[in-house]
């Protein structure tokens, strides 16, 4: 058993390594933290917002602690360099206009009104990533917990 997982090790990083890079990314607000965050290979992460690392603010804030932090702006996002911006509710044209020169492609999300919306978020945000199938990987966890019955409802007790 251990050799068929040293076998497979191997073949992953042999059809890893012909693979192009994947690009370093950043986030612009705290939604595409998380998706960031969720689809992301450790390495590719330029940066979060920090919202992401606060406690009251984020479920994954210690996951979004191993990465530096940006306000949002433009200027705090472009400081690390990233390739890709994830954003939601998008940037002003102008500096859109100004990330294009920068060599940065942003990928503005529109805000999800369903679980198929989330899922084409998921999947264009995986897609810009480089990470189809992580991102399908949380698409199919996402469709099976739609499909979870809800739990049932916990009776309340009151003292008196």
């Known amino acids: 058993m251990?050799?068929?997982a040293w076998v497979c090790s191997l073949l992953?990083?042999?059809?890893?390594?012909?693979?192009?890079p994947l690009p370093r990314a950043a986030s612009a607000n705290l939604c595409t933290d998380e998706l960031l965050l969720l689809l992301a290979a450790p390495s590719q992460v330029a940066s979060v917002t920090h919202l992401s690392r606060d406690p009251l603010e984020a479920p994954w804030w210690r996951a979004a602690r191993a990465y530096p932090a940006n306000d949002g702006q433009l200027l705090s996002v472009a400081r690390a360099r990233p390739a890709v911006?994830?954003?939601?509710?998008?940037?002003?044209?102008?500096?859109?206009r100004i990330a294009a020169?920068?060599?940065?492609?942003?990928?503005?999300?529109?805000?999800?009104?369903?679980?198929?919306?989330?899922a084409a978020n998921v999947r264009r945000a995986g897609g810009a990533l480089g990470?189809?199938?992580a991102a399908e990987e949380v698409v199919r966890r996402l469709a099976a917990a739609?499909?979870?019955?809800?739990?049932?409802?916990?009776?309340?007790l009151f003292v008196s």
């Open 12 to 20: 992953l990083t042999a059809s890893a390594a012909g693979a192009a």
């Open 131 to 133: 990470r189809g199938a």
């Open 146 to 156: 739609a499909r979870a019955p809800a739990p049932a409802p916990r009776p309340v």
């Open 2 to 4: 251990r050799a068929s």
């Open 101 to 118: 020169r920068l060599r940065m492609r942003v990928v503005t999300l529109p805000y999800p009104a369903s679980l198929a919306d989330l």
């Open 85 to 96: 911006v994830l954003t939601q509710g998008g940037l002003a044209s102008d500096r859109a």
